[in-house]
């Protein structure tokens, strides 16, 4: 699986958008780009998902380069409630049934400001 | 729908004991996976199950060993602890083709003295 870079931190004003970026310079044309996001002392949480296309729902956006080799997530207007960390994480389709874990680096902290 | 439980919430264990987390799946989910999550570090993968099998294991000692029961609760046992075991232990449940979109549970903080 393709390795991740993202900055460590990040601060975003509240209302304002938050564009989060990973870098997955090595992906595969088969791998996927996966985004979670840990609020403080909870599990972490499935955001959204892509292959090539941008992606839209009503968490975030995903915006992904023609190469593939970078992607940034949007929340279009940050609230407090989503200062958290959040994991870019790229991963092949498992042909194997049940055998979809999720390798997690050290992600980017988002500080919302009021 | 109820998301995947886990417990105990919160434990205090003593070096060299055995400790044993629960979870269970969001029904209708057949895929059960364990993560390690230390302080200031990204969750680490342990093991997976789908319908009773391992599907899959990270690069833990065998003091880690887990099973899953006929209705896709599952079980992580730890041997001998060490006070490095010291950690949220996060359960996720996925219905297990496909997708990567995993749920987690509020996960079970350990706490070796």
Avoid at chain 1, 6 to 11: E, I, L
Wanted: net charge neutral; hydrophobic share 30%; with cysteine.
């Amino acid at each position: 699986d393709a390795k991740t870079t993202q900055p460590p931190s990040m601060d975003c004003a509240e209302g304002r958008a938050a564009n989060l970026p990973c870098n997955h310079s090595t992906i595969s044309g088969n791998e996927y780009v996966y985004w979670y996001r840990q609020i403080h002392s909870q599990g972490p949480q499935y955001i959204i998902h892509g292959l090539k296309n941008n992606e839209t729902n009503e968490m975030a956006s995903l915006i992904i380069t023609e190469d593939r080799k970078s992607s940034t997530l949007i929340l279009p207007h940050a609230t407090l409630r989503d200062t958290a960390v959040y994991y870019c994480i790229v991963r092949v389709p498992s042909l194997l049934p049940g055998a979809n874990n999720l390798f997690f680096g050290t992600g980017t902290r988002l500080t919302v400001i009021p | 729908d109820a998301g995947v439980t886990q417990s105990p919430t919160h434990l205090i264990k003593t070096r060299g004991q055995h400790v044993t987390l629960r979870c269970s799946p969001i029904s209708g989910h057949k895929s059960v996976s364990w993560y390690q999550q230390v302080l200031g570090q990204g969750p680490q993968f342990i093991f997976q199950y789908y319908e009773k099998e391992e599907r899959g294991r990270g690069n833990f000692p065998d003091r880690f060993s887990a099973r899953q029961f006929p209705n896709y609760s599952s079980e992580l046992n730890v041997n001998a602890l060490l006070l490095g075991d010291s950690a949220l232990y996060l359960c996720a449940s996925s219905p297990g083709t496909g997708t990567y979109e995993q749920y987690f549970g509020p996960g079970t903080r350990l706490t070796v003295t």
